[in-house]
Every structure is written in C-alpha cells, then in structure tokens.
C-alpha cells in the first residue's frame, strides 16, 4: 500500500512558475516509478512527467507539451517528487495528480498505475 498526497497547486499568470509536490508513504514505496498526470472536466487523464525509481537511476520522461518547461525530480529521503512547472500556459490549466506503478521503466499510461493521490488544482489565468 502507498499513500500519495499532492501539494503546491493555486492560481498563477500567463508565464508564471509553480512546483508541485508529491509527498509518498508507505513500506514500498522505493520500488514504485512515479508520474504525474493532469485532467480536465470532460476529458481524459493525460500524462504529464515520470520519474523511475532510484534503483533504475531516475531517469526522467516527459509529454512532449512540457518538455523544457517542466521538470521532475525526487528526494530520496524526503519520499516526495517534486514536479517544477516554469512559463505556464493557460492550457495547463488542470487537476494534477501524481500516482505510482511498477511498471519497469515507467509508463505513459494511466491504467498502468497502481495509487493515485487526491490532486491538486493548477489554474493560469492569461
């Protein structure tokens, strides 16, 4: 069993910066890859950024949408990852969640996943 809880949404400008984090509990935790996801009313979960396991070397991937604005990275001993979000769009505006899997190398997939934490509201007013 793994607890997630996601912190750091709110309202920000066209252009602006916010980090996300996500906060991890559990005995197993350690084994699990971790992404980040976002959705919005009416439409599907859509992946966001990954990050694998410190055993796999934390190797990183991204959506094509945010590559070079966004950034994922972890803290092994705090069990969070953090998801740093810079020159923010309103089409980022959304629910973000993170979640883990086991899935060997991680996954782009929302069905992958094993937990998911509660999600956090991200709005970017233009």
């Known amino acids: 069993q793994v607890q997630l809880v996601e912190s750091g949404g709110g309202l920000v400008q066209d252009g602006g910066s916010l980090r996300l984090s996500c906060a991890a509990s559990g005995p197993t935790y350690s084994n699990y890859n971790t992404g980040w996801f976002r959705q919005v009313p009416g439409k599907e979960r859509e992946f966001v950024a990954g990050i694998t396991t410190r055993w796999s070397g934390g190797v990183t991937y991204y959506t094509d949408s945010v590559k070079g604005r966004f950034t994922i990275s972890r803290d092994n001993a705090k069990n969070t990852v953090y998801l740093q979000m810079n020159n923010l769009k309103p089409e980022d505006t959304a629910v973000y969640y993170c979640?883990?899997?086991?899935?060997?190398?991680?996954?782009?997939?929302?069905?992958?996943?094993?937990?998911w934490g509660q999600g956090t509201q991200v709005t970017v007013s233009s």
């Open positions: 979640a883990v899997t086991q899935r060997i190398g991680g996954s782009f997939d929302p069905r992958s996943y094993d937990y």
